[in-house]
């Protein structure tokens, strides 16, 4: 299994996602900056690497680039006290692993370091069809880590909405994401779901397009939406009928947040929008 190696061994967020990952059998080092952590990668090979929090996203991409030319196979996890969407880009086209910026969870990170640990399928799982501020399509592989880092990349493309309204809307299209994922390609890393991400001045827009023959609201007793008002945990017995994972409240729980949700005439393409303040000005589209 992979080594980990974190650097900003001084800093609280260092030592927290240190602690989460304590718990697994993952050797995990932790270096005092990049100088550092740079020598190491020279001594031996660490597969995971998550930078420090007190580092700009511009600078960890030029450390990637350096690492990278030791160790080409390196999974990075940057961790950036700030970041705007050019660089969020420049991420997704360096191959990001997954990308946060404050307030940070130290137990997502480590979740999302301990999956990284043992995915070699990683480097492929998400191309970019088009990217500019304001506008970012890309094609993901159906796999759960792969919806995992997508949505760190969509939470730091929507910095700029009001911080309520950006965690509505990223819970929103990560349960459509995952239900894309499931429902219309069974989790087959070999489909792929297509995904756009729109800022307007006036509202955040994600479209999700899965590669299934779609649904009908009626064929939908795996999910909450569909239960009779007297009973709302039917579908509950109907996804351990078919081996499906615990959940099902995707739908409801999008519709609950989102200001409208579209569906294609298939059922297979969603249109999840939030509208925002007008006051709130989108990313410039300049390169």
């Known amino acids: 299994m992979s080594r980990i190696?974190?650097?900003?061994?001084?800093?609280?967020?260092?030592?927290?996602?240190?602690?989460?990952?304590?718990?697994?059998?993952?050797?995990?080092?932790?270096?005092?900056?990049?100088?550092d952590a740079l020598q190491r990668l020279r001594i031996r090979s660490f597969g995971i690497i998550i930078t420090s929090s007190d580092s700009a996203l511009e600078e960890d991409l030029a450390l990637l680039e350096e690492m990278r030319a030791i160790r080409p196979g390196v999974k990075c996890i940057v961790l950036a006290r700030n970041g705007?969407?050019?660089?969020?880009?420049?991420?997704?086209?360096?191959?990001?692993?997954?990308?946060?910026?404050?307030?940070?969870?130290?137990?997502?990170?480590a979740h999302l370091a301990r999956?990284?640990?043992?995915?070699?399928?990683?480097?492929?799982?998400?191309?970019?069809v088009s990217a500019r501020p304001g506008w970012v399509s890309v094609r993901v592989n159906c796999r759960l880590i792969t919806a995992e880092r997508l949505v760190t990349?969509?939470?730091?493309?929507s910095t700029q909405l009001?911080?309520?309204?950006?965690?509505?809307?990223?819970q929103a299209f990560?349960?459509?994401?995952?239900?894309?994922?499931?429902?219309?390609?069974?989790?087959?890393?070999?489909?792929?779901?297509?995904?756009?991400?729109?800022?307007?001045?006036?509202?955040?827009?994600?479209?999700?397009?899965?590669?299934?023959?779609?649904f009908r609201r009626e064929s939908l007793d795996h999910a909450a939406i569909a239960n009779p008002s007297d009973d709302p945990t039917a579908h509950i017995m109907k996804r351990e009928e078919e081996g499906l994972r615990p959940g099902g409240f995707g739908l409801l729980l999008a519709g609950g947040i989102v200001d409208e949700l579209i569906y294609s005439e298939i059922?297979?393409?969603?249109?999840?929008?939030?509208?925002?303040?007008?006051?709130?000005?989108?990313?410039?589209?300049s390169a």
């Open 5 to 35: 190696l974190i650097i900003g061994s001084q800093t609280q967020v260092a030592q927290d996602i240190g602690e989460a990952l304590a718990t697994s059998d993952i050797p995990t080092e932790f270096a005092a900056g990049n100088a």
């Open 153 to 157: 990349f969509a939470k730091e493309l």
């Open 162 to 170: 009001p911080e309520e309204t950006r965690l509505d809307m990223i």
């Open 267 to 285: 059922g297979n393409e969603v249109l999840l929008i939030k509208y925002v303040d007008s006051n709130t000005a989108p990313p410039t589209n």
């Open 115 to 128: 999956s990284a640990a043992s995915d070699s399928q990683w480097r492929d799982d998400i191309q970019i």
């Open 174 to 214: 990560r349960e459509i994401l995952l239900n894309a994922m499931e429902h219309g390609a069974a989790f087959n890393p070999e489909q792929v779901v297509e995904v756009t991400v729109v800022r307007t001045g006036r509202a955040m827009v994600f479209h999700v397009r899965d590669p299934g023959a779609g």
């Open 84 to 109: 705007n969407p050019h660089e969020v880009i420049a991420a997704l086209r360096a191959r990001v692993f997954a990308c946060f910026t404050p307030p940070f969870d130290p137990g997502e990170i």
